[in-house]
């Protein structure tokens, strides 16, 4: 103690005494550089001024699709660490890690509820989740999430954010690669809408497989969505790739994306095509007192750089 504080009376000390700020006050645009105040990007879904779409959790994907309320359906279960896997620590080790940080069994999560009135089953893979890698579990996720649909009879909308196939999980993994596409038949089947939101990151074989099987593919903007990443391109073909390469609006010049959409305008686009795919009158647009309230800090993502890249073989 220095010998001011020594002499300072208690309610002075009080008045002047240090306060504790929470560490995510203030965050960064990772294009502009600009500290953006929490609040700021709570009420413009998290985009910030410059226009870039932060990477979300899927209790915020579906806070601002949904209507309103909905239901969450729970994901089966499957073994945990089949192969024994372990490389500088266990595979379970990982995965306990993952569920901690999450508060997740795994990269899925399922929803029903209405968007712009049409009852909708959506899919939101989490990114935060190791990567939001596909495995035997997410794979599992995405055929209940088709089951549902089918069920119900409702079109499905899939949030995909991954890098890839789990490692962990060997060929298990890449067997989910067909697997969910018999899911996506399943839909085709029922003649059910099926749509794709593309975000940042897509990548592996996410892309090569439910991320390309859309009725319609939508991206948010600046999302890198391909199979192989641009560094690992450059280095085998030993040429600098295009600037922009593999970003929604490159591919959407290119006709691999059909519509490139700011996260604000999803609810709308979504409904507007819902309802064309169902042949079902136009609906009002969403008031905004209808909209989201605010989520929890624990939601928002690092930007990219900040959890790694997935994991893709």
């Not at 994907?61 to 909905?70: K, L």
């Not at 266990?90 to 929803?111: E, F, V």
């Amino acid at each position: 103690m220095s010998w001011l504080s020594r002499i300072t009376p208690p309610g002075v000390q009080k008045i002047f005494a240090k306060r504790d700020t929470p560490e995510n006050l203030w965050v960064k645009c990772p294009r502009s550089g600009e500290m953006v105040f929490h609040k700021d990007l709570e009420a413009g879904m998290y985009v910030t001024p410059a226009g870039h779409h932060m990477r979300i959790g899927p209790d915020l994907r579906f806070r601002y699709t949904f209507d309103g309320e909905w239901e969450s359906v729970p994901t089966p279960e499957v073994a945990k660490d089949p192969l024994k896997f372990k490389d500088d620590k266990p595979y379970t080790s990982r995965l306990a890690a993952a569920r901690k940080k999450t508060g997740r069994d795994d990269a899925m999560a399922i929803g029903v509820g209405r968007i712009d009135g049409v009852e909708t089953t959506v899919l939101v893979q989490d990114f935060a989740f190791m990567g939001g890698s596909l495995g035997m579990a997410a794979g599992e996720a995405f055929i209940k999430a088709c089951e549902t649909a089918v069920q119900r009879r409702t079109p499905m909308v899939v949030f995909t954010a991954a890098g890839g196939a789990r490692m962990q999980e060997g060929a298990l993994s890449l067997m989910q690669m067909p697997r969910t596409t018999l899911g996506v038949q399943m839909l085709k089947d029922a003649k059910l809408p099926y749509i794709v939101v593309l975000t940042d990151p897509t990548t592996g074989g996410v892309t090569a497989s439910y991320a390309m099987l859309g009725d319609v593919h939508i991206a948010e903007p600046g999302a890198l969505i391909g199979f192989a990443g641009p560094r690992v391109i450059e280095q085998t073909i030993r040429e600098k790739l295009p600037p922009g390469f593999q970003r929604s609006e490159y591919l959407l010049e290119k006709g691999m994306v059909d519509k490139v959409v700011d996260r604000r305008d999803l609810p709308r686009v979504l409904g507007n095509l819902l309802r064309t795919l169902l042949k079902r009158p136009e609906r009002r647009q969403r008031p905004a007192a209808e909209q989201v309230p605010a989520p929890r800090a624990s939601e928002v993502q690092p930007a990219p750089g900040g959890n790694g890249a997935g994991q893709e073989h």
